[in-house]
């Protein structure tokens, strides 16, 4: 890979800046419809208006068992010929990803079947599961890998109905600045740089001029910023308490602090970074060691 002589990797960022919050919410975002199915389409090596007709999120829940942890799909999607489904996973084991893949594929297979239709089977929409992995899947070195369900010796596909796709983001963040820059503007790559990489002066230049990663930085920037999405406090009700005699500021600054470690846990369990966390909520050393 070429080296970036004025912008290094240490300034370029790796630590994941686009934690699994933030991904959803901004793919789920309608004003991102088009930055989703760019995604898509870059994955599935198409141009957008190959997918874009009829495409539209769908409201439904695709669970596991109620004792899984991110029991919940991320985000599902529908055109006239497939169903989509994306999985932000970071830092989980290959195996618990294998077993969401093949639960949320089985549960959108039976959400289409309904008992008593004659060929039903043959109007089942084929799936396709795309993981955005913070994590090599296959250990390849690739950033990119496809699955389907073959027969052993003939290595011929056993159906058409579904297809996993393994995006590796360990891989896109030890990519050059350079190295991205030069790539066209809807490939994969530059698509989901903004996944990998938290300094802001490298995205500035990065997607300058570009329409639609502009609007995407925007929405991150955004979205980054307002942490108090996570709190479990509710400021509406603090103001309603007592404490809100002694004033505004101090009645709310009061129920920060009751509630400040269990806000940290929460946001840390949610895939924000601790030190991020630490630093936005003012810890002091008593309260670092309780994390």
């Not at 109905?161 to 030890?174: M, Q, R, V």
């Not at 806000?263 to 895939?271: E, P, S, T, V």
Request: net charge negative; aromatic share 10%.
């Amino acid at each position: 890979m070429t080296k970036d002589t004025t912008i290094t990797k240490e300034k370029k960022g790796t630590k994941k800046f686009l934690r699994d919050y933030y991904a959803t919410k901004l793919l789920r975002d309608k004003d991102s419809k088009d930055y989703l199915i760019a995604i898509i389409a870059a994955a599935l090596k198409l141009e957008p208006k190959d997918i874009e007709e009829d495409f539209e999120l769908v409201d439904i829940k695709l669970g596991l068992s109620e004792n899984s942890k991110n029991s919940e799909a991320d985000l599902v999607a529908q055109n006239k010929d497939f169903y989509y489904n994306i999985e932000i996973n970071y830092s989980v084991h290959k195996i618990e990803t294998d077993y969401k893949n093949i639960s949320y594929i089985c549960a959108l297979v039976l959400k289409q079947l309904k008992p008593g239709k004659i060929n039903r089977y043959k109007d089942l929409k084929p799936i396709i599961q795309i993981n955005l992995n913070d994590y090599d899947q296959f250990k390849d070195e690739r950033f990119i890998y496809v699955s389907r369900y073959f027969e052993e010796e003939s290595m011929k596909p056993r159906d058409n109905l579904t297809k996993i796709i393994d995006i590796n983001l360990e891989y896109l963040s030890e990519l050059e600045y350079t190295d991205v820059k030069k790539l066209k503007e809807n490939s994969l790559e530059r698509l989901l740089y903004i996944f990998v990489c938290e300094d802001k002066l490298v995205l500035d230049g990065l997607y300058v001029g570009d329409i639609l990663m502009e609007k995407i930085k925007s929405k991150l920037y955004d979205l980054s910023s307002n942490i108090d999405d996570y709190f479990y406090y509710d400021k509406e009700e603090l103001l309603k308490e007592e404490s809100y005699s002694l004033g505004v500021e101090h009645g709310i600054e009061k129920g920060i602090e009751k509630n400040r470690i269990e806000n940290a846990k929460a946001l840390i369990a949610n895939g924000i970074d601790k030190n991020f966390v630490i630093k936005t909520l003012k810890l002091n050393d008593k309260e670092i060691e309780e994390l």
